[in-house]
């Protein structure tokens, strides 16, 4: 089993929608847990954070449950722009490591 | 932006050269990073580095070898390049004293084809 698993996508939803999506990891040690973005052909860049209270940021809300071992992402009022692949990231104790989810494709439509 | 740098940005190369990747961050970070991509798949980690002098391996096994000798400057080295070796190459960063220190800022990438 992967230690980082994702949705797999893709997602294509009009622009307005609201879209979720889900990650689990498997290593019950890890303790810090990110959301970043990739667009095509270009570097990941750092969402938001995910906190075990939740944390939201404008129209993009992260969960976390730490005793089902998963994660969420979710946007409302989807954009264009929102259109991205969206990668869960965890990092396994204090070693600075981030493990990658294999991301899941957004495509937002006019 | 993130100040973080990464020469070449496409690089084509025939089997057998030896070639290197610069990377170079001007945030006065202390980790760095190397990230392999193929596309449509995973970032996968293949060295990293917690200091000058200080490198190790990642989850990745890879046939590069990288070195830090100043902070600021991580370059990757492939010593005999093939065709398997092509690939996308991330180089990141982490913790500087202005943010979380988990957080890592990606370069733009080193897209390699070795024919």
């Known amino acids: 089993r992967k230690e980082v698993e994702q949705d797999p996508g893709p997602f294509n939803v009009p622009e307005g929608a609201t879209v979720a999506f889900n990650c689990t990891y498997s290593n019950s040690a890890s303790q810090s847990f990110f959301w970043y973005r990739q667009d095509c052909r270009k570097e990941p860049k750092l969402l938001m954070s995910?906190?075990?209270s939740g944390n939201e940021d404008g129209r993009f809300t992260a969960q976390l449950n730490r005793a089902s071992q998963y994660i969420s992402l979710l946007i409302r009022d989807s954009k264009l722009s929102d259109s991205a692949t969206y990668l869960c990231v965890v990092i396994r104790g204090s070693n600075y490591k981030l493990t990658f989810g294999k991301g899941t494709l957004l495509t937002v439509n006019p | 932006e993130a100040d973080i740098y990464q020469t070449p940005r496409y690089l084509v190369i025939g089997t057998g050269k030896k070639i290197t990747l610069e990377c170079s961050q001007t945030?006065?970070?202390?980790?760095m990073y190397w990230y392999q991509q193929d596309p449509g798949m995973e970032l996968h980690l293949i060295h990293y580095s917690y200091g000058v002098n200080s490198t190790e391996k990642g989850d990745l096994s890879s046939e590069s070898t990288v070195s830090r000798i100043r902070t600021e400057h991580f370059p990757l080295t492939l010593e005999s390049a093939r065709p398997s070796h092509t690939s996308q190459y991330l180089c990141a960063s982490s913790g500087g004293e202005d943010t979380h220190p988990e957080t890592q800022y990606f370069g733009p990438g080193t897209r390699l084809l070795v024919l």
């Open positions: 995910v906190y075990s």
């Open positions: 945030m006065g970070h202390d980790k």
